[in-house]
């Protein structure tokens, strides 16, 4: 029987089938002016992926694994999952917690790096699922972010080797890009780079590259760089003959994954004569479950925690971590000298993109 404060298990969500598949789309690009046609390719995807995404069924795994490792601590509690764009939906987990009779509940979302892109659409679709439900409805509080956490970075490691790339292959981590405009008021970028530093560390390597795929909207809008391709070509022409990519950004293996890398950046690794060697996003990892029971039972973030949308540094665990825009300048264009933003913490540390990111 649960005893603790129940868990809402936030994910994104995607199709089970391919009747589900514009639907979704349309949800999830809703009021950002993408052209149809565009919708329509990347719904191509989907098809040539078997017409579904694998995302619902990670996320339900991955919750009953965290249940029964609270269960086997001894703490047993229920973990309902809610999605922003597939049912069920944000506000059917909620209606599910109020019928638990729970006042309050604990969200675990399973973006790991902040932004208003990623984080604060979650915390706003809770807002809206509380506000449809009326005075009554239970309280949600947030755990504290997890980027940094070290079974987090001891899952990506491991699932990094398990690829089993050679010793001399270049290190590649990848992420979904975001607009700049949105990466400078965040900490998203600077979260990212910590995970990767993190995870080399981890791996005993000094040298690696942060890039990034997925990149959608507006085409005239700035968005993080480099591309994950441009990468692998650059890679390519420096003489590198095997690639290990390690996407970071995803915590399960769905489209974005399966086919942006696995298709599209395979493609382009091997026409620039590079093998690519793809690491497993952590999904059922034990150490990743491990974390997410570990944050959990920590509770909500407390007064040393940033917000999602902050322009200012907060010291986490001895470690000092700044907002892209806490130095009015934002890390998106990292290897141009016309870059229109770059980051002042990157370059108070010395440090450049080419080199470490």
Known sequence: MATGLPILFLSFGGPEGPEEIMPFLESVTRGRGIPRERLLGV?????????????????RQQAR?????????GDPRAVVVGQRHAAPFTIDAMREIDKLGAREAIALCTAPYRSEASVARYSAAVEEARALMG??????????????????????????RQAQAPRD????????S??????KRSVYVEELRETCALVARELGRERWTLAYTSRSGDP????????????????????ARDALVVPVGFVADHVEVLYDLDVDARAAAQAAGLRLHRAATVGDHPDFIGMLADVVQAGPRG?????????????????????????????????REDAPCRSAAVAQRGGRDAKKA
Request: net charge positive.
């Open 169 to 176: 292959a270049a290190l590649l981590f990848t992420a979904h």
């Open 220 to 239: 005239r809008d700035a968005w993080l760089e480099p591309d994950a391709k441009s990468v692998l070509a650059e890679l390519a022409a420096a003489g």
């Open 135 to 160: 005075g009554g409805a239970p309280r949600v509080r947030f755990v504290g972010s997890w980027f940094d956490h070290p079974r987090f970075i001891s899952a990506l490691a491991s699932r990094a």
């Open 65 to 73: 694994l965290l249940s029964e490792e609270l269960a086997r601590r």
């Open 43 to 59: 719904a191509e995807h989907y098809r040539q992926m078997g017409g579904k995404s694998p995302i619902n069924e990670i996320t």
């Open 303 to 335: 007064g040393d925690a940033w917000a999602v949308a902050s322009d200012r540094c907060a010291t986490r665990a001895g470690r000092t971590l700044c907002a892209v825009g806490a130095g009015g300048a934002c890390l998106c264009f990292p290897g």
């Open 178 to 183: 975001i607009p700049c405009a949105l990466a």
